[in-house]
């Protein structure tokens, strides 16, 4: 019997004078030190390094750098995804006694965080509207820890007064975590507007193509940096390598894809607002939009990729105008690189009473598009049609 190559002994890496130009993935969960005095001067700060991957790895370093350069950020921290983002700063920031007010439209599992788990981890929570600085003032307790804000709401495309709310924080010593997930570094800068700390799912906008599912949080203050990482670290909420390597090859081109959709964002909404049956459109630049005043002072001509329309005609209309768009992903999420619907009543705001999203403006006639990069004529060709199969 010839002897059998000892397989578990790992092969080397095969030695290169030259470096390769595209990012290799390190899937490696551990790894291996000379020493325990080696290991003591990377756990002291005293060398660089990893030792085990959910303590961080270099995936999520290189993607975390591309975001801390666009948002003008330090030493962000990428996670597992989005929400455990935003639940890594709630619950790195606050204690129990604390108390959080939260946009009364935020993102829904970022809602039911604030309604269902805060409270039952002793941590007092509020809603309330933030295009409404006064109302936001209004929430605030004298044990306020933070703000939760997104600076465009879904789907209603409602514009938060940041400016208000940043003051506000300010004033009273509150945190303002901003969730830039819609707007993204290339519509508003948080950081360049007061906010404390920024947070993102990359798997929307910044990542890009529907494949990887990951978020970021960033905090201005090193000691909160440190408790929110250290929170993240403890209870699990790291990323795969696989797709933080996958976010950032969709990042490079994330400029390009964003600038493209935007531009066929502006150009849908005014094209749809034109077709026959429809009752409303909402784009943030658009002069019927009920925040177009303070969208203009605070996005310039960035009005995102993000358009919401109402036709008449209940659910058998929607159900027609799905079925007639069959080019068009119908499908609840948003940011990917070819253009997605989405129906919030059926989906993310379908547990709420027909009451509740009447009171939004959320009909079984509402749509939201998430607009891609492909070409304009064919988008909107393909909304005509399905806007008049849909109203026939
Ligand atoms: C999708 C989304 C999240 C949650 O992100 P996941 O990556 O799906 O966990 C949070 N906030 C906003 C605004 C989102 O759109």
Not at 160 to 183: H, Q, S, Y
Not at 216 to 225: E, F, G, I, Q, S
Not at 229 to 245: E, I, K, N, Q, Y
């Amino acid at each position: 019997m010839p002897d059998t190559p000892n397989l578990v002994r790992r092969t080397p890496w095969p030695e290169s004078a030259s470096r390769p130009v595209g990012t290799p993935i390190q899937p490696s969960v551990v790894y291996a030190s000379d020493s325990p005095d080696a290991l003591d001067a990377q756990y002291e700060g005293r060398a660089e390094g990893y030792t085990y991957a959910r303590e961080g790895h270099p995936n999520a370093d290189v993607l975390a750098a591309m975001i801390d350069r666009m948002e003008g950020a330090e030493g962000g921290l990428m996670t597992g995804s989005g929400m455990a983002a935003v639940t890594a700063v709630l619950l790195g920031a606050c204690r129990a006694g604390d108390h959080v007010v939260g946009g009364d439209q935020l993102y829904g599992r970022s809602l039911r965080l604030l309604r269902d788990d805060l409270p039952r981890l002793g941590i007092a929570t509020s809603l309330a509207d933030p295009t409404d600085a006064e109302a936001m003032a209004a929430a605030l307790r004298p044990e306020t820890r933070l703000v939760l804000v997104e600076v465009v709401s879904n789907p209603t495309l409602r514009v938060a007064d940041m400016e208000g709310i940043a003051r506000l924080c300010r004033d009273r010593g509150v945190l303002l975590a901003v969730d830039n997930t819609f707007t993204t570094p290339r519509g508003w800068q948080p950081f360049a507007h007061g906010a404390d700390i920024v947070i993102h799912s990359v798997t929307k906008l910044l990542a890009g193509h529907s494949d990887a599912t990951l978020g970021y949080v960033a905090a201005r203050d090193p000691d909160l940096r440190a408790a929110i990482r250290t929170l993240a670290v403890t209870m699990g909420f790291t990323p795969s390598p696989f797709d933080c390597w996958l976010a950032e090859r969709g990042l490079y081109s994330f400029p390009l894809r964003y600038d493209r959709a935007e531009e066929n964002a502006a150009r849908l909404a005014d094209h749809i607002a034109g077709l026959p049956g429809v009752a409303r459109v909402l784009y943030p630049l658009r002069p019927d939009h009920p925040d177009h005043n303070r969208a203009a002072g605070l996005l310039g001509d960035r009005g995102g990729n993000m358009v919401s329309f109402e036709i008449a005609g209940g659910r058998a209309a929607a159900n027609r105008l799905s079925r007639a768009a069959p080019q068009i992903a119908f499908a609840p999420t948003l940011g990917d690189i070819g253009t997605t619907l989405s129906h919030p009543a059926s989906s993310s705001h379908r547990g709420l009473t027909p009451e509740a999203r009447a009171a939004l403006g959320i009909t079984e006639g509402f749509f939201r598009v998430s607009v891609g990069v492909e070409d304009i004529e064919l988008l909107r060709r393909d909304f005509a049609t399905a806007i008049a199969a849909a109203v026939d």
